[in-house]
């Protein structure tokens, strides 16, 4: 099993930043890719950004890309999202995923999920 504990979410004007974390911890060896979603009520869980934590290009949702950053600290095993200019469509739960398979986009292939963290953007 793996545990995961996302933080770092709150109340931010538009244009302000956030940095997620997401700290793992059980057989995360066996579940190598590391995702994040978010997902707004009445909507699917939409796709962000994925990792491995042995490295690979990271794919990112293309309304984020340029102000999201997704990295990795190994020995911590946690992986954190660096969100700049936020704006108020950025608001949604942002949890964070892992997967024991293809580095996806899918929330299918993700075997373990965190509790979320609220992210709220104000215009």
């Known amino acids: 099993q793996v545990q995961l504990v996302e933080s770092g979410g709150g109340l931010v004007q538009a244009g302000g930043s956030l940095r997620l974390s997401c700290a793992a911890s059980?057989?995360?060896?066996?579940?190598?890719?590391m995702g994040w979603f978010r997902q707004v009520p009445g909507k699917e869980r939409e796709f962000v950004a994925a990792?491995?934590?042995?490295?690979?290009?990271?794919p990112y949702l293309s309304s984020v890309k340029g102000r999201f950053t997704m990295s990795r600290d190994n020995a911590k095993k946690t992986v954190y999202l660096q969100m700049n200019n936020l704006k108020p469509e950025d608001t949604a739960v942002y949890y964070c995923?892992?997967?024991?398979?293809?580095?996806?986009?899918?929330?299918?292939?993700?075997?373990?999920w965190g509790q979320g963290t609220q992210v709220t953007v104000s215009s």
């Open positions: 059980g057989r995360t060896a066996s579940y190598p890719v």
């Open positions: 995923a892992a997967s024991n398979g293809l580095l996806s986009r899918s929330s299918s292939f993700y075997n373990y």
């Open positions: 990792t491995r934590w042995g490295g690979e290009a990271t």
